[in-house]
């Protein structure tokens, strides 16, 4: 997920330079809402982790 992540933002990176700048602000937020969801998904991850190693 966090790889998804980084390709948005390159995309949008390429766009904007482009001027694209729909385009490049979309990407932006695809890439801000993945990077949210890579979060959550870790931090639950490790907390499950550490309740079962218990």
Avoid: D, N, P
């Avoid at 992540?5 to 990407?27: D, E, H």
């Amino acid at each position: 997920m966090l790889h998804y992540t980084v390709v948005f933002l390159v995309i949008a990176l390429i766009a904007a330079v482009f001027g694209f700048g729909g385009i490049a602000a979309g990407a932006v937020g695809i890439a801000k809402i993945l990077f949210f969801i890579f979060a959550v998904l870790t931090i639950i991850s490790f907390v499950i982790g550490r309740s079962r190693g218990r």
